[in-house]
C-alpha cells in the first residue's frame, strides 16, 4: 500500500548508535542537531547547548543510566523538571516512518484535508484578538478594566 506508515526502531534506524549516547557522542551530536519539521526547536537548542557544554546533565537524564540499571529493549526513561518537580517519561523506540523508510512526524498525510479544519476560530463571545502576530488566529480573554494609577 503506498503511503503506509512504517514503525521501525531507532535501533535498526542508526545501528551504531547508542541510547543513552556516550558524552563524547553528546558532545559531537550537539553541533549536528536537526529541527527538521516537527518544530521543536525551542526543545533542541537549549539541548543541543546543555549537550555540548555540560553533557553529563543530559546523560543523567535517562533514568536506567542514572539508576545503573540495564536500559529494557525498544524503551527508554527519560526524567524532566517540569513545573517545579521531576516527571518521568516512558519512551517506546518506535518510530514512524514514510514509503521510503525515513523517520518523518507526519509519514501519511491526508491526501484530502479539510480546508477549514477550525471553522470558529474565536468560539469564546468574550474574547478579545490577540495582538501578538506570532499567534494569529487565536484569541486570550478579554482582559478587565483596570483603575487609574494610585496616588
Sequence with gaps: MPGAVQWRRFEELWPSARLPPTLDELRASALAVDQG??????FLGPLSAL????????????VE???????TP????????VHGAWAELVLD??????????????????????????????????????????????SSPAAPARAGRPS
Design 37 to 42: 519539521a516537527v518544530g521543536d526547536c525551542y
Design 51 to 62: 549537550a555540548f557544554c555540560r553533557p553529563q546533565l543530559v546523560r543523567a537524564l535517562f
Design 65 to 71: 543510566e542514572a539508576a545503573g540499571v540495564p536500559a
Design 74 to 81: 525498544g524503551r527508554l526513561t527519560l526524567r524532566f523538571y
Design 93 to 138: 523506540t518506535l518510530l514512524p516512518c514514510g514509503a521510503d523508510g525515513d523517520p518523518s512526524p507526519n509519514p501519511d498525510p491526508d491526501p484530502n484535508p479539510s480546508p477549514n479544519p477550525d471553522p470558529d476560530p474565536n468560539p469564546n463571545p468574550n474574547a478579545t484578538p490577540n495582538p501578538n502576530p506570532n499567534h494569529a488566529g487565536r
